[in-house]
């Protein structure tokens, strides 16, 4: 029996077996939840700003949010990956480990979107602001690929180590940097009103950034995991 | 079925396996002795083309690795002490998981007839995290044959189990290998392996230092085979 599933059934098949273990242990999404909720508690009354400057640093504090609360996903998705030997399981199969890559990709960006879907209302009406804006949600869903697609490639790495919760945002944090700093220079000018001119280059700098590390992870992903 | 020739492995300057040569035949249940260190785990890992080889020849089921892994793990199952088993999934979510990742034909079927073989079939929707560690190890052999896979790699698959656990996986490792399979073991535990294997192998700092078959063994004791061949 020498089979070989596709490339896009090996995706799917990681997807569905990450959001079924999910939706049975509820593990990631709590901690990744009551996290944000905290952050944004936290925020709300020690900056105690004025309804004016709200939407100004809106953008920074949801990033904040975002950026924190989807290292601790990352983490945990590769962990449950690790502590059982799955990881050499997912590796023994005869798929293109890509694949594997991208199959965490998208669980990890699902369960990113529906913290971020739960988060965005609260937010609203602790701050006051209408966050459900077209633009700031494409600048959302921009940013969220291109954190998670790095995260998800750092976390294979870091996972190795026995000191992967502390390696992940060392390593991470500098590398999203441009993600980052243009999706809250987007999500600012969504947020007041900028000229479209103002907001296209960091809008543009997501893309690229997207397309770049999505191919340098497809490309390395296999010596990554790899002793 | 399975051939390595001046096969070295080094962890930055440490060299782990040292020029080891090995060759098992079809159907042949070789079990790899050797103390704590000696390099069984990274040479098994090597076969299961989880690492990279620094130098030598390995060919597994008649492919090169590390160029045809994707080929060679077609054609492998591989069990540890770790059962690489999803704890909140279903015994038949995590066949059903690796069934799709090995493209089985007709998975159903085949997961029925595995559960049945390692003796699971009334505990298949249970969540594996309420399994005990040795139903953990029988799904693990499982999974490992669902794909009906010529060469087996078992690392040290009996640590951690108990008496009745082990005798159980006794009868599952030889139900295994009287398929025709072939089987490399690395164990600690000298009266399972000799009970089990066909061929008995001694793995020590980096190299087979000795090798003898159950016939040229004859009512030799394995242990005092052991002890000598580490003591040369």
Known sequence: MQLRPSFLKATLAVVRKDLSAEFRSRELLSAMLVFSMLVILIFNFALELEPATRKEVSAGVLWTTFAFAGTLGLNRSMAVEKDRGCLDGLLLAPVDRSAIYFGKVISNLAFMFIVEIIVLPIYSMLYGINLFNPGLLLVILLGSIGYIGVGTLLASMAVQARTREVLLPILLFPIVIPVLLSAVKASSGFLTGAPMTEIMPPLNLLIVYNLIFLAIAFMTFDQVVEE | ?232
Do not use: C, W
């Not at chain 2, 591989?78 to 066949?95: G, I, Q, R």
């Open chain 2, 1 to 232: 079925m399975i051939e390595v020739k001046k096969l070295v492995k080094r962890f930055g300057m440490k060299a782990v396996l040292r020029g080891l040569d090995f060759n098992v035949q079809p159907g042949e249940f070789v079990a790899l002795l050797g103390p704590n260190g000696a390099g069984k785990t990274t040479f098994l890992r090597i076969l299961a083309s989880l690492s990279r080889p620094s130098l030598g020849d390995v060919n597994v089921a008649g492919y090169r690795l590390p160029n045809q892994a994707a080929q060679v793990r077609a054609r492998l199952g591989v069990v540890s002490h770790l059962p690489l088993l999803y704890a909140d999934l279903t015994a038949e979510e995590n066949l059903d998981f690796y069934a799709r990742m090995y493209g089985i034909p007709d998975a159903p079927s085949r997961m029925t007839e595995v559960l049945q073989m390692v003796g699971l079939e009334a505990r298949r929707r249970d969540l594996v995290r309420t399994f005990s560690r040795g139903m953990q190890q029988r799904l693990a052999i499982g999974r490992a044959v669902l794909h009906d896979p010529e060469v087996m790699l078992f690392d040290e698959p009996y640590t951690g189990l108990d008496q009745d656990a082990s005798s159980m996986l006794d009868e599952v490792l030889k139900s295994v290998a009287a398929q025709g399979r072939t089987v490399v073991m690395t164990s600690h535990d000298l009266a399972r392996s000799e009970d089990l294997a066909t061929r008995f192998d001694v793995l020590s700092r980096g190299v087979i230092v000795a090798s003898a078959s159950r016939e040229s063994l004859g009512n030799a004791n394995l242990l005092t085979f052991y002890k000598q061949a580490l003591a040369a």
